[in-house]
T-cell receptor
């Protein structure tokens, strides 16, 4: 399988805390993307970081990419109950026309 | 209206039946994908198409076939459904080689008894 892995598989935090999710991937990539999925719904794109970038911010999201370690992290700051969802990383494959290979996901629960 | 529409949203069928899942998009994207989601396994690519005349197998294409009827339509067929094809199926579109982002439909939940 070409899938990556995410760590942790599940994360439970209190509202206001920061949430950090990690992703490791196996193949060479053009970009690394993060998606969010509310229970049973379609995935929604959050942020994309290109292979020549090391860090990117979007609102409360901060993504890092280390291509030498084939890893990425997603930080959600000041979490809210509405952030409760599953989060997936996906690598755009260099030799595959940029089609995406998804990780196994992290289930985040933010409690009031 | 949704940009990427999947039908049916839910389907229960029996082993051996032929099933078609349909996807249509209004985004004008050339690239379309079918993924399967199982608990704990994330999303796995079944088939993808980069334009109307292009069909490619993904990592788990056995037991599935697809048809790209037009730029806007990409259907997934299970010729003879089996219980381990019970899953949540997603269609997605992508704008192009450098576009990156995928746009997903709401999913089709298939149960094979």
């Amino acid at each position: 399988s070409q899938q990556g892995e995410e760590d942790p598989q599940a994360l439970s935090i209190q509202e206001g805390e920061n949430a950090t999710m990690n992703c490791s991937y196996k193949t060479s990539i053009n970009n690394l993307q993060w998606y969010r999925q509310n229970s049973g719904r379609g995935l929604v794109h959050l942020i994309l970081i290109r292979s020549n970038e090391r860090e990117k911010h979007s609102g409360r999201l901060r993504v890092t990419l280390d291509t030498s370690k084939k890893s990425s992290s997603l930080l959600i700051t000041a979490s809210r109950a509405a952030d409760t969802a599953s989060y997936f990383c996906a690598g755009g494959q260099s030799g595959g026309g940029n089609k995406l290979t998804f990780g196994t996901g992290t289930q985040l629960k933010v409690e009031l | 209206d949704a940009d990427v529409t999947q039908t049916p949203r839910n389907r229960i069928t029996k082993t051996g039946k032929r099933i078609m899942l349909e996807c249509s998009q209004t985004k004008g994207h050339d690239r379309m994908y079918w993924y399967r989601q199982d608990p704990g396994l994330g999303l796995r690519l079944i088939y993808y198409s980069f334009d109307v005349k292009d069909i490619n197998k993904g990592e788990i294409s056995d037991g599935y076939s697809v048809s790209r009827q037009a730029q806007a339509k990409f259907s997934l067929s299970l010729e003879s459904a089996i219980p381990n094809q019970t899953a949540l199926y997603f269609c997605a579109t992508q704008g192009g080689l450098n576009a990156g982002e995928l746009f997903f439909g709401e999913g089709s939940r298939l149960t094979v008894l």
